[in-house]
Nanobody
Framework: QVQLVESGGGAVETGGSLRLSCAASGRSFSTYDMAWYRQAPGKEREFVASISWGSGITRYADSVKGRFIISRDNAKNTVYLGMSSLKPEDTAIYYC???????WGQGTQVTVSS
């Protein structure tokens, strides 16, 4: 069974940066598309970014384009989300997601203060 474990969350000020990691265990995820979602208090979970398994094609939500970068290291079975120019509205729990198998990580909290 695949387990996804996120790390790297924390508290930063507006304009700061963080890099989230999602380590997969249980099987290789190198042939799967991966994604990041987030859920802010009182709001629905929303798509943030995704990366395809083969060509590494990336997609981003409009709200994070130009500020966030998704990447992956298949040798380490890890996907990353680099976040810069963070805003208070980026405050949320960030989840790693493997769409094809519908696996979610437990989430990591990101808090951006003004």
């Amino acid at each position: 069974q695949v387990q996804l474990v996120e790390s790297g969350g924390g508290a930063v000020e507006t304009g700061g940066s963080l890099r989230l990691s999602c380590a997969a265990s249980g099987r290789s995820f190198s042939t799967y598309d991966m994604a990041w979602y987030r859920q802010a208090p009182g709001k629905e979970r929303e798509f943030v970014a995704s990366i395809s398994w083969g060509s590494g094609i990336t997609r981003y939500a409009d709200s994070v384009k130009g500020r966030f970068i998704i990447s992956r290291d298949n040798a380490k079975n890890t996907v990353y989300l680099g976040m810069s120019s963070l805003k208070p509205e980026d405050t949320a729990i960030y989840y790693c997601f493997l769409p094809l198998l519908n696996y979610w990580g437990q989430g990591t909290q990101v808090t951006v203060s003004s």
